[in-house]
Structure formats: C-alpha cells, structure tokens
C-alpha cells in the first residue's frame, strides 16, 4: 500500500523559513507527478506548486519567488523549501500524488495527511 506522509510543519514568525517534506512508501510504484497544495481556515485547498510533465515546476503567483520545491527521486521524496514566510501562508499543506501501482489498473490520487504551518506576524 502506497502512502504519502508530510513532515516539517511549525511555527514560525514572518519572514522565516520552514522546509516540509513529503515521503512515498510502499513498493512497487511510480509517481507520474506530484506536488503540494493548501488550505487555510474557511477557504478552498490551492494548488502551491507541482512538477508538470517535462520535470518542470508550476508556482502558484503567490509563493514565487519564495517557494522551491525540489525532488529526490531516490529516496521518493519531494521537499518544499518556504522562505520569506507571511502569515497568509498559514495553512495545512498537503502532499499530492498521482501514482501507479503495479498490477493496479492505472495511476490513482494520493493525498498526505498534511502537516501545518502557522506564520505569526
């Protein structure tokens, strides 16, 4: 069973700096793309960044130029440095997959737990 657990959450005061993570387990998978949404108190999960087709990364207009999200293909880990944090920034964020299982009949969405993240001003 694949599952994806987020890690790095906390608190921090604006304009630091948090790194989350987020860990693929299982066996016999592959991740066809990935990336990492959010959801604040009252409003609609958002997308904030993911790898499209080609290994490129998608940045949500309001975290770029302060997010990087980076891969380890190694380890089935993708991470997602914060910098220059605002307190609208706080939220749950979630790690999101798309993933196929061998044998399954084709590739599923996943979803992390979340791991929140609270900016004090």
């Known amino acids: 069973q694949v599952q994806l657990v987020e890690s790095g959450g906390g608190l921090v005061q604006a304009g630091g700096s948090l790194r989350l993570s987020c860990a693929a387990s299982g066996s016999g998978f592959s991740i066809n793309g990935i990336g990492w949404y959010r959801q604040a108190p009252g409003k609609e999960r958002e997308l904030v960044a993911t790898?499209?087709?080609?290994?490129?990364?998608n940045y949500a207009d309001p975290v770029k130029g302060r997010f990087t999200m980076s891969r380890d293909n190694a380890k089935n880990t993708v991470y997602l440095q914060m910098n220059s944090l605002k307190p609208e920034d706080t939220a749950v964020y979630y790690c999101n997959a798309d993933i196929y299982v061998v044998g399954s009949s084709g590739p599923h969405d996943y979803w992390g737990q979340g791991t929140q993240v609270t900016v004090s001003s």
């Open positions: 790898v499209i087709s080609g290994g490129s990364t």
